[in-house]
């Protein structure tokens, strides 16, 4: 079957880091996204993996371990607006047209 | 950048009543989508929708749902007759679906109170 874990909360400090751990299990991994969700407002793209190893896009960096069916999406620099759900989603090889299967989220939370 | 419209914003329904949520998708875009979200739970895909035909559905997409695009114009969602667990916030996305863009582009969401 195919599913997609998250932690539910994380909180960290404004200037640190906060790294959202995902872990999935697929029948057949086509790639791997993430998107912020602000409370009451549409998730938005912010990265998509495919190949194993650290993509830096600035304030943010992903990673992926198709092996370990493992990724991190990595918040550096962290400022108060980074507060927000990020999800993890995951396309299957067998899906048609594009499905993502989400994850429930990770509610990080910056404080000063 | 792109952006997905969702009319309305919130829908109040008696159950039992039909329902039509409408979105607007990022213009040439090729492939629709629409997801289900009940508070603090996860995104759960529904189906989705390309040519004019739907590609893939969920076993939450029950056979009082149906989607349809007359003409390019709206893609709706419609559920009739609605029930008490329909009550979720529906989003609908688009994708370009052409040269490996891999990105959703969501709306914000049409909340639906069934009562």
């Known amino acids: 079957g195919q599913g997609v874990e998250q932690p539910d909360n994380l909180m960290s400090v404004e200037g640190t880091f906060a790294r959202v751990n995902c872990t999935y299990s697929?029948?057949?991994?086509?790639?791997l996204s993430w998107y912020q969700q602000r409370e009451g407002h549409a998730p938005v793209f912010l990265s998509y993996?495919?190949?194993?190893g650290l993509k830096d896009s600035g304030h943010f960096s992903t990673f992926l371990s198709r092996s370990n069916g493992y990724s991190y999406l990595l918040l550096t620099e962290l400022q108060i607006k980074d507060s927000a759900s990020y999800l993890c989603?995951?396309?299957?090889?067998?899906?048609?047209?594009?499905?993502?299967?989400f994850g429930i989220g990770t509610r990080v939370l910056v404080r000063p | 950048g792109p952006k997905v419209l969702q009319i309305p914003s919130h829908q109040i329904i008696d159950m039992g009543q039909m329902v039509t949520l409408n979105c607007d998708p990022v213009?040439?875009?090729?492939?629709f989508y629409w997801y289900k979200q009940i508070l603090g739970q996860q995104m759960e895909f529904l189906v989705n929708?390309?040519?004019?035909?739907?590609?893939?559905k969920s076993k939450l997409f029950k056979d009082q749902f149906s989607v349809e695009r007359p003409d390019g114009s709206y893609f709706t969602l419609k559920i009739q007759p609605t029930a008490l667990e329909d009550s979720a916030v529906y989003f609908c996305?688009?994708?370009?679906?052409?040269?490996?863009?891999?990105?959703?582009?969501f709306g914000h969401g049409t909340k639906l109170s069934v009562l």
């Open positions: 996305a688009s994708s370009p679906g052409t040269g490996g863009d891999e990105r959703l582009f």
């Open positions: 697929t029948s057949g991994f086509n790639g």
């Open positions: 993996v495919v190949l194993d």
């Open positions: 989603a995951v396309r299957d090889l067998l899906s048609a047209g594009n499905k993502l299967t």
């Open positions: 213009s040439n875009h090729l492939y």
């Open positions: 929708f390309y040519n004019g035909k739907v590609m893939e």
